[in-house]
């Protein structure tokens, strides 16, 4: 994978004098090259608005914006391009199920079961809900290595449950949780499974109909495209009875002084002038990947984190959190170092050159549930290096031993 790393120029930079190893992947990914230059094309040559001009730079660039309709459909195998609806990304996306679905299908005395590996982004919608609607909110457990525990699944979703929202990925254990299994259990008590897919979609391929998810949401500045897009995937059945929730200009039908009527899906979701460049990036984005292919990412990103959890076990006093076993891990590995505040241990990491995470990572109720206020994070991408991994581990020594005095 090592060949990728001159397409990402970015990654040539030193910090604090020394080489930069990039391991905030989590967060927001890099950009290659030719996601860069397809940005740069749109602006250079066909900067225009899209679906209202007969214009040829109209015309062009309305091509290229519905073209990467199509390169989503099968990157994540829908069913339709018609199910691919344009969002700023994952949050919005999870917010616009919450308000849009939920909103018109809940009611007091239904369930929503969550789990406590969340990110605020699939908690706090479905909470909100919750007060709305007299819904109540339910949390599946873990395992002791951060799995979740499925017993506890099987006996929070019920017939009172109406909505099961779940992370592919968690952002902070690198659990990749048994969404086939989840759906079938949702489905069987009639519920409907939401999947939060920010941190699996960049990571490993996904097939939203082999998963058994009514909808999938995903962010494209984590898998290379540029922040401000992302991807609401639902069945068509629900896209075609919820309502928008934004009203302007370019999801409308027509409109009269007291009635308008709306596009069909998924442009009466897509109100206003949307994120043009944002989505061209996707589609470029989303080209490198699949030139590469994912299940060799996945792959190749295991291969990394089964050279460094063994290599991070071995330093006492760190403890990692989530599973040990690679299989079981996405590309994400949180720990402590003793007593050391995570973000203390961060900006040493840093002054060394290393770019990682630290804090409660928009986790804060999984952070309660561990009994720590914060971890630092290190997560992986197809175009760091074994050199990165070790670069990370002498990193880590170097810092326990900065703060011997302390006590780690």
């Known amino acids: ?72 459909k099968n990157f994540i195998n829908a069913s339709s391009e018609r199910e691919i609806v344009y969002t700023k990304g994952t949050t919005e996306g999870l917010n616009w199920i919450a308000r849009s679905y939920g909103s018109t299908h809940l009611k007091q005395g239904d369930e929503i079961v969550i789990t406590y590996m969340e990110h605020h982004s699939n908690l706090v919608p479905w909470q909100q809900l919750a007060h709305e609607t007299g819904a109540q909110l339910k949390y599946i457990q873990l395992l002791s290595d951060g799995r979740l525990d499925m017993g506890s699944a099987e006996k929070l979703i019920t017939d009172k449950t109406a909505i099961v929202a779940v992370a592919h990925a968690s952002n902070v254990l690198g659990v990749v949780n048994p969404i086939t299994e989840i759906a079938n259990l949702a489905h069987k008590h009639g519920a409907v499974l939401v999947v939060d897919g920010a941190q699996s979609a960049p990571h490993m391929k996904i097939d939203v109909q082999q998963l058994g998810a009514d909808f999938f949401v995903f962010s494209g500045h984590k898998m290379l495209a540029p922040t401000g897009i992302g991807i609401l995937w639902a069945k068509s059945i629900f896209l075609a009875e919820m309502p928008p929730l934004e009203f302007g200009g370019e999801m409308i039908n027509s409109v009269e002084l007291q009635q308008t009527t709306f596009k069909e899906f998924p442009w009466k979701f897509e109100g206003g002038t949307q994120n043009i460049a944002g989505v061209i990036g996707l589609g470029a984005a989303i080209d490198y990947l699949s030139a590469i292919g994912m299940e060799k990412i996945e792959l190749y990103e295991r291969s990394l984190v089964e050279n460094l959890l063994p290599e991070l076990l071995k330093i006492e006093g760190l403890k ?48 309660e549930y561990l009994g720590v206020s ?3 994070r290190a997560s992986f991408y197809f175009y760091n290096t074994s050199e990165d991994v070790q670069q990370l581990v002498k990193a880590i020594k170097a810092t326990k031993e900065f703060f011997k005095n302390d006590t780690v």
Request: proline share 6%; aromatic share 8%; net charge negative.
């Open 1 to 72: 994978m090592n060949d990728y790393v001159q397409d990402f120029p970015i990654l040539r930079q030193k910090v604090n004098d020394e080489q930069l190893v990039y391991l905030d992947n989590a967060a927001t990914s890099q950009k290659p090259r030719p996601v860069i230059d397809a940005v740069a094309n749109y602006y250079y040559h066909d900067n225009a608005n899209v679906h209202r001009g007969v214009h040829t730079l109209a015309e062009r660039a309305t091509e290229s914006f519905e073209k990467v309709r199509t390169k989503v």
């Open 320 to 367: 990692v959190y989530g599973p040990l076993d690679p299989v079981q891990h996405s590309g994400i590995i949180s720990f402590n170092l003793g007593q050391l505040h995570p973000h203390d241990v961060a900006t040493a990491l840093d002054m060394q050159g290393v770019a990682v995470r630290a804090g409660h990572h928009c986790a804060q109720p999984l952070m």
């Open 374 to 376: 914060a971890m630092v």
